[in-house]
């Protein structure tokens, strides 16, 4: 935090297990910030102990599969609690993720605010941030998910189950790397009360082992 201080990214009540290669949280969603949107959106997060370059050639992708199940969440409500697999660049503030619910699922594509992070300055908007939902995918149960990054194209094309479900092209940053998190989290808009996020909820996040695959390109 810019006061010097920590704001951590963990369920107190998590119940974490490692098995058959799957790691499992089971999360009473309990955290919230009433000042910070980024702050009060994440609950539960894990994030990987090396950033992963992009090539300036070629393209990379991140593949594992997800089951997300979830308990007194808002029927329908996919951001009342979800999980995720979250793809940082801290360099630029771009963002690129899968979010996982009960019945639906989200693609994601952003340039975010990231605390102490300049973003690059562009001619369009420089802050956004693009959901698009779906529900063509096994409720509550294992699926594929993939994403794949062109820098050179300044292309992202999301897939589910081998199936292409979205391509992003003309991109406003060149994303240089990412670190990869994965997620259990709310995205509740902040009201002038303060957060609105945590009501009791339970979500139950399974992530397998992450792929990583790089083609460069001549």
């Not at 992070?117 to 699926?143: L, M, S």
């Amino acid at each position: 935090m810019q006061d010097g201080t920590f704001w951590p990214y963990r369920e107190p009540e998590a119940v974490v297990i490692v098995r058959n290669g799957i790691l499992y949280v089971r999360a009473a969603i309990s955290r919230s910030n009433d000042q910070v949107q980024i702050l009060d959106n994440a609950k539960h997060m894990y994030y990987s102990a090396e950033q992963v370059a992009v090539p300036e050639n070629g393209e990379i992708s991140f593949e594992l599969k997800i089951r997300a199940r979830s308990k007194d969440t808002a029927p329908g409500d996919l951001y009342d609690g979800y999980v995720s697999l979250n793809l940082l660049d801290f360099t630029t503030g771009g963002a690129l993720d899968f979010f996982v619910g009960n019945d639906q699922y989200a693609s994601v594509y952003a340039v975010l605010p990231f605390p102490g992070v300049k973003v690059p300055e562009t001619d369009g908007t420089k802050y956004f941030c693009i959901f698009k939902e779906d529900t063509d995918f096994a409720p509550r149960e294992f699926n594929t998910y993939r994403i794949t990054y062109n820098r050179n194209k300044d292309e992202v094309v999301f897939f589910v189950n081998g199936r292409e479900v979205r391509r992003e092209t003309g991109t406003p940053v060149k994303f240089n790397s990412f670190t990869v998190a994965l997620g259990i989290m709310t995205e509740k808009d902040l009201t002038p009360e303060g957060s609105v996020s945590a009501h009791g909820q339970t979500v139950i996040a399974e992530w397998s082992p992450i792929t990583i695959e790089v083609t460069e390109e001549g």
